[in-house]
């Protein structure tokens, strides 16, 4: 014993060495290379291998093989090579723990966390990309970056700031000092900032018009909720969302509102107007139409065919994609009736049946089918729209319904791509009778104009999963809007009264609108409605003579002079079909100018979104009005609310108000 404490503290006194130069650089040539390759294919990553008995784990090997690796070296060795297997050491670990796969996109090594104030429009803010939260900041001038950065690979550092959306919160990422011991309390921080590539859209606010040249307002209705769901993710985040990805509509129609019931499904709506003043201008006055859906009752539900077609590819690999995916459609499985028929298909580098036809009442089967899925290769999105839309034709028989659910991202790189070639395949396919509805799914990556695309052509709707809340929502209590239409082209139109109306406008469905002479014209497509679902929509108006007119009269052309007035505001009519019908029917209704001097909640609440909507997508006509206006009014209009959704909404009017 003695004699091994003596060769100790002779090894203590020896001369440590320098580190060895070419040692030291190829661990570091050995980390970038392991690096550049782990920063390959993001959209087709395949999953990651089953651990066996002679793969461990990641990261459970390398420990594995430095604890060998120790216990072969001497004494003398190991003291001698210590600078040289730490640096070793360093290089793998940062390869091991930036890992650029599925769930990690291709980021960009920044500068040292600066000590600069952030500004608007600065480089310095961060994208949300699957889940995960990184910084944006503003990279170094060339003289201030070290050797090993400015000999790394061209794109690994820069990226322009266009990348990244300006809005996007900024959250600090871990420096190797907060995982590796050694560094000093100031060591420099690396961050990463990942790439957000979501897409939307985006159409210019609809336009004030005059209405004595233009007195009709025509445009198809919508159901679809996916961009309320996208502006939580947003809020909650703690950024406002881009203008673009706001749908002030879908906000409005998130929300349950208590409209008067049709009766029968031969007709199946009952169309109500209410005028009162605005609340953002005295001088103005808001038409509000409500419409509700007719409501299937539970015993007279048809068989329903589902077709589950889920992007399986490496850019779902990511907790709010499959896992989410695969808990919504779990929840989904519980509202089906033992007569329904589930099939599911899935995509990623081609596309395959991962489960036949099966009644409902299989459930054990369902699940155990979805639960085997994982993510991992690129997205074959062609070949998996073809396969499921052949398989819910087959399943389909007389007096029954087929719905392709697509659950995906929105990423298709594999087959048609395009926006263009994705709508006239979709066109073609709807006329097979097989409604075609879109849950989307995660961020970073999300393709929300390829989805409404996708919907608003397939007959079927658009919605967006956040959370489990929201699966609940959509797919559990409000089931029958999800899969039974109980109408399709639904169309509305608004003739105004120009003795009564000198100007107008339509608050949203900017998507939506149809020329004129579309509302006649069975030939054109509009948009299908679900059982027990509701559309509202809301048209600022200013009177005539009021003084919040904001276009001059003309000087010349003054032409017809205004006839006299009736007592009508406006005059509204719906068009719509019943299910496999090829004729429209008509319902007409006028509106009174008649401002009410009582307002329901529901009418309240509703405006109170439509404004927060507005004030999101930086809508000029709101004069000072503000989040705080909408958060008094919200409160004000709140009524009922069993299930919290309205509470929800006062708390995402707050957030707004402090991102901001």
Not at 79 to 103: C, H, K, P, R, Y
Not at 127 to 139: E, F
Not at 203 to 229: C, G, N, Q, R, W
Not at 335 to 363: H, R
Request: net charge negative.
């Amino acid at each position: 014993m003695s004699d091994d404490i003596n060769r100790l503290k002779a090894l203590l006194q020896e001369d440590v060495p320098p580190p060895r130069a070419k040692a030291k650089q190829a661990a570091l040539a050995a980390g970038m290379l392991a690096f550049e390759k782990n920063a390959e294919n993001f959209q087709g990553s395949p999953g990651a291998e089953r651990p066996t008995h002679d793969r461990p784990e990641n990261g459970r090997g390398f420990m594995e093989g430095f604890k060998a690796m120790f216990e072969k070296l001497s004494p003398r060795g190991l003291m001698l090579g210590g600078t040289s297997l730490a640096t070793i050491a360093l290089a793998v670990f940062i390869t091991q723990n930036v890992n650029l796969s599925a769930n990690n996109p291709p980021a960009v090594f920044d500068a040292p966390a600066a000590m600069q104030p952030e500004t608007s429009g600065q480089i310095g803010k961060a994208a949300t990309v699957d889940g995960a939260v990184a910084p944006r900041r503003t990279a170094p001038a060339a003289d201030d970056r070290s050797e090993a950065e400015q000999a790394a690979p061209t794109g690994l550092l820069e990226r322009t700031a266009q990348d990244v959306p300006s809005s996007a919160p900024m959250v600090a990422a871990p420096s190797p000092a907060q995982v590796i011991g050694g560094f000093a309390d100031d060591t420099p921080v690396i961050n990463l900032r990942l790439e957000n590539r979501d897409q939307f859209a985006g159409e210019a606010v609809s336009p004030l018009k005059v209405a004595k040249d233009e007195p009709v307002s025509t445009f198809s209705i919508d159901v679809d909720t996916a961009s309320y769901s996208v502006v939580r993710r947003s809020l909650l985040n703690g950024h406002l969302p881009s203008p673009d990805a706001v749908r002030t509509e879908e906000l409005i129609n998130y929300f349950d509102y208590n409209y008067a019931a049709p009766q029968t499904i031969a007709q199946p709506f009952a169309p109500q107007a209410t005028v009162f003043q605005t609340p953002w201008n005295a001088d103005t006055l808001l038409l509000h139409i409500g419409i509700q859906g007719y409501e299937i009752p539970f015993s007279e539900r048809p068989p329903v065919n589902l077709v589950f077609l889920i992007d399986t590819s490496g850019s779902m690999n990511a907790p709010d994609k499959l896992p989410l995916l695969i808990q919504s459609f779990r929840l989904l499985l519980g509202e089906l009736n033992p007569q329904d028929q589930v099939a599911i298909v899935t995509y990623a580098g081609a596309a395959g049946m991962a489960l036949e036809p099966t009644p409902a009442s299989e459930s054990r089967k369902i699940l155990n089918a979805l639960n085997r899925l994982s993510a991992g290769g690129s997205t074959a999105g062609q070949a998996g729209l073809e396969q499921a839309y052949m398989l819910a034709q087959d399943m389909m028989e007389k007096g029954e319904t087929s719905r392709v659910i697509l659950a995906t991202d929105g990423d298709f790189n594999v087959g048609m791509s395009s926006v263009g070639a994705m709508q006239k395949y979709i066109e073609n396919k709807s006329e097979s009778g097989v409604y075609l509805s879109i849950l989307g799914f995660g961020q970073g990556n999300y393709n929300d104009a390829l989805m409404q695309t996708l919907a608003q052509n397939g007959n079927g709707t658009a919605a967006y999963i956040d959370t489990l809340a929201e699966a609940q929502k959509l797919l559990v209590e409000q089931i029958g809007g999800a899969l039974f239409t109980i109408a399709q082209d639904v169309k509305i139109q608004v003739e105004f009264n120009p003795a009564e109306v000198a100007e107008y406008r339509l608050i949203g469905y900017e998507t939506r609108a149809l020329n004129r002479e579309d509302f006649n014209n069975d030939a054109v497509d509009a948009g299908d409605i679900g059982a027990g679902s509701q559309v509202t929509a809301l048209y600022e108006i200013t009177p005539v003579g009021s003084p919040a007119i904001s276009m001059d009269p003309l000087r010349y052309g003054q032409g017809e002079a205004l006839p006299e007035s009736n007592g009508e505001l406006a005059f509204l009519k719906l068009r719509y079909k019943l299910p496999g019908e090829s004729r429209s029917n008509l319902i007409t209704t006028p509106v009174q100018n008649a401002p009410a001097d009582q307002l329901a909640q529901d009418v309240i609440f509703s405006t109170a979104v439509a404004s927060f909507g507005q004030l999101l997508r930086g809508d000029t006509r709101l004069g000072g009005w503000g989040f705080d206006d909408v958060l008094r009014l919200a409160q004000q209009g709140k009524g009922d609310d069993p299930y919290g959704y309205r509470a929800g909404f006062i708390r995402l009017v707050r957030l707004a108000e402090t991102a901001q």
